[in-house]
C-alpha cells in the first residue's frame, strides 16, 4: 500500500509509552501474552468470551510467575495489574496496544478485529497471534484495515521471544513499522517480513516437518519417539542457538555453505522429502552461500565450529544430558 492513501492516524503513542494493553482471546497463547506483558509492567486488561476465562488465565498466570519472577521482573510488575473485563468493548476503550488470541478460524478473526477497530481508540494498533492467516484474508471487515497487523507468537509468549510481524494489503506501514518496534521494547525479538507469505517464516519450517513426520507414522516408517528422539538427540540441539541455514554451512567444512551445496545439492533431486524441492540454480545457490556470509557476520568458519561445540555442550548440560560443569571449590 502506497504511505499517500493511508487514512490510519499515527498511533496515539510512541511504543515506549506505552503502559496499558488489551488482550482479547485469553486462553494458552492469550493468556501466556498476558503474563509476558504483567512481567514487563505494564497494566493489562483481557477479555475472553468462556465462563471460565477469569479462573483459567489466573491460573496460568500464577503458574507461569515463578519462572518469569526467575527471569526478572519489571519494576511494579505484579499479576494485580490485570483486570478481566466484562465486555470487548470495556477491555480494549482505554488500550494503547491490542493483542487478539481467538481461535484459528477465519470468519470468527474477520468479525472480531472488525468489531476491535470499532471498540479501540482511533490509531491504536491492533495484533492477530494467528498462526498462519495472512492478514489480508483477515482485514477485510475492518472500518480502519490499515491499523492491522500479524504480530504471530511462539508457545509460550512469556519465554520464547520471537514474534513475527507483518501487515496486510491494507496495512499502512507506519503500523508495522510501530508494532514492530512496540514488541521490542516489551522483550521481544522481533522479525518484521517484507511481505505475506501463509504461515510466515518459522511455521512454514515448522509444518514441512511436522508433515514430513505424520508421512512417516502413517506409513509405519518410524514411530513418534522415534520422530521425537531424532529431533532431541540430534539437530535439534544445534537449532538452539544455530539455524538450519549456518549449521548446515558448517557440514561443507572449510568450504563453507558453497561446499555444502556442491556436496550435497544433487541429493535434493533424491527422494529425501514428499516435498518437491526447488531448483537449485545459480540464483538460488548464490542467494544460500550470500545469505550464510551475511549471518556469520564476520566469523569464520573455524569461529562457527567453536561456537557451535560450545552451544552443544552447554544445551546438553543445561537440559542434564551432561553433568553440570563443577567448579575447583566443589572438587575440594
Ligand atoms: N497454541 C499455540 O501453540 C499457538 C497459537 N497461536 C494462535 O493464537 C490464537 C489462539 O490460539 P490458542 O490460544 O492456542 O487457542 P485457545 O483455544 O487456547 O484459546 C482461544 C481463546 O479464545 C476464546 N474465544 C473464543 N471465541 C472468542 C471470540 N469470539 N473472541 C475472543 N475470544 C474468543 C476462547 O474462549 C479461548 O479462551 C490462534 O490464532 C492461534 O493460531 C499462535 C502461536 C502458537
Ligand atoms: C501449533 N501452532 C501452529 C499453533 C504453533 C505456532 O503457531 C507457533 C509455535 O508456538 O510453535
Redesign the pocket.
Known amino acids: 500500500m502506497n504511505e499517500n492513501d493511508i487514512t490510519t492516524p499515527p498511533a496515539p503513542c510512541a511504543p515506549e509509552d506505552v503502559r496499558r494493553i488489551a488482550c482479547?482471546?485469553?486462553?494458552?497463547?492469550?493468556g501466556g501474552w498476558v503474563a509476558h506483558y504483567l512481567a514487563r509492567g505494564y497494566d493489562v486488561t483481557a477479555w475472553?468470551?468462556?465462563p471460565d476465562?477469569e479462573q483459567k488465565l489466573r491460573r496460568l498466570v500464577d503458574a507461569a510467575w515463578p519462572a518469569l519472577t526467575q527471569l526478572g521482573l519489571a519494576e511494579g510488575a505484579s499479576p494485580d495489574r490485570l483486570t478481566v473485563t466484562a465486555t470487548l468493548e470495556e477491555a480494549v476503550a482505554d488500550a494503547q496496544f491490542v493483542q487478539e488470541?481467538?481461535?484459528?478460524k477465519l470468519e470468527?478473526k474477520r468479525d472480531?478485529l472488525a468489531r476491535l477497530d470499532a471498540a479501540a481508540p482511533a490509531g491504536v494498533v491492533i495484533a492477530?497471534?494467528?498462526?498462519g492467516y495472512p492478514m489480508t484474508d483477515m482485514q477485510t471487515e475492518a472500518a480502519d484495515p490499515g491499523r492491522l497487523v500479524v504480530g504471530?507468537?511462539?508457545?509460550p509468549p512469556y519465554l520464547i521471544p520471537l514474534v513475527e510481524v507483518v501487515g496486510g494489503d491494507k496495512t499502512a506501514p507506519h503500523a508495522v513499522t510501530w508494532a514492530s518496534r512496540f514488541y521490542e521494547v516489551a522483550g521481544k525479538s522481533v522479525i518484521t517480513m517484507a511481505s505475506e507469505v501463509p504461515g510466515f517464516i518459522a511455521n512454514r519450517l515448522q509444518e514441512a516437518l511436522w508433515r514430513e513426520a505424520l508421512h512417516m507414522v502413517a506409513n509405519g516408517e518410524a514411530t513418534v519417539k522415534e520422530i521425537d528422539d531424532s529431533i532431541t538427540e540430534g539437530p535439534g540441539l544445534r537449532w538452539a542457538f544455530m539455524g538450519p541455514m549456518l549449521t548446515f554451512a558448517l557440514a561443507g567444512g572449510e568450504g563453507g555453505m558453497a561446499h555444502m551445496l556442491d556436496h550435497f545439492g544433487p541429493s535434493l533431486k533424491s527422494p529425501w522429502t514428499r516435498l518437491e524441492a526447488p531448483e537449485l540454480d545459480k540464483e538460488l545457490y548464490d542467494a544460500v552461500v550470500a545469505g550464510c556470509d551475511d549471518a556469520a557476520d564476520g566469523r569464520t568458519i573455524a569461529d562457527l565450529v567453536a561456537e557451535r561445540d560450545q552451544g552443544v555442550i552447554d544445551v546438553l548440560r543445561a537440559t542434564g544430558r551432561l553433568p553440570q560443569q563443577r567448579t575447583k571449590e566443589d572438587t575440594k
Open positions: 482479547v482471546g485469553a486462553g494458552v497463547i492469550g475472553d468470551p468462556a476465562a488470541s481467538a481461535p484459528e470468527l472480531l492477530s497471534s494467528t498462526s504471530h507468537p511462539f508457545n
